[in-house]
């Protein structure tokens, strides 16, 4: 295998890679692929440049980040080392697994959800307790559909959630939705969010508190009910407002429309 | 690069040659991120796109001149600016750095 076929043989097992390659200075367009295993095809030149860049390589890829990096010809990389050399300029670029949306309830949100979640490049799994709903006949667009209660989902695959990844809990449904929640708070997931109407969410607040859900951090890291006031209706207008509010969330924005306000688009 | 990986490989299996533009680098307002990527093969067909379709045919030209070895694999700038070596602009302002080479490793 050539390493363009090891990198794309990576990227299509959903399995972590980074692409590194020379941009400027000598050797340019020498490119090398790096997994958590080491360097697994190409050069960059040399091996001190090699085993230096493989190694800060590995952190761009731990971090999921893109970047642009600085060294002399062997991989130099303090300041006083990079005086009277000449500079190669190395892209490093990180492939990392998709991000993971989990959704219960299999209900017709669902299936709208799950849909605008992959046009995203979530890796979606569908769970419900209820073997007639979770189907795959009904969830064709869903990498995963899982027959189980929430409470196992995460006892079983929790650490599996990273802040990437979103918990969507479509249930409605006292017995399904609060084990969801505690379950979802001892994850790492970045997103949490909840569907009922503003009724639901004040009685689920009750049972929340039931079962010691109360500090403000966890009630913070909620959003119910979930999505954005679009003021949308059907099923694909509510995923539109859900992902958007999974969207915003992770930037940080406050997703109002870019003609009311004046700053940075990006 | 994700999304090009079935046409690279159709093309190789054709035994195209294949040139790849991915964006290293942003300044100001981009429409894409670092790691946009488009591929471009020697009879020019286009998968993948690195603005909103603001330089894509000014990128096919440099990678084809790159594939034919009229030009060395480089890093390509293109975005608004007084020097007239931007010619080809993004209307959303922002300067793009790509780095295009042909898909020979």
Redesign the interface.
Known sequence: M???QTF?AH??DNSPVA?V?V??GPH????MVVTPAGIVG?SLGNADIDRIVARDALGELEAGR???RHYGPHGESTPEDLIDTETV?I?V?S?SPPPLMWIFGAVDFTAALARVAKVLGYHVTVCDAREVFATRRRFPMADEVKVTWPTPMFTENGHRLSSRDAVCILTHDPKFDVPAIQGALATSAGYIGVMGSRKTHAKRLERMAEVGITSAADLARIHSPIGLDLGGRTPEETAISIVGEIIATRTGRNASPLGASDG??? | ??EL?TD??RWQTDGKRVAIA?V???EG??PR???AAMAVNQDGEVSGSVSGGCVESAVVSEALAILSGEQ????VTFGYSDDEAFAVGLT?GGIIHL?I???E?
């Open positions: 050539n390493s363009y794309s990227v299509r692409l390659t941009i400027e340019v367009g020498a490119t190409g893109t970047s642009v300029r892209f670029e492939f940075a688009i990006h | 690069m994700r990986l690279i490989d991915r290293v680098d942003i307002s981009g991120g670092a790691g060395p694999s480089r890093v959303c780095f080479q042909p898909l490793w």
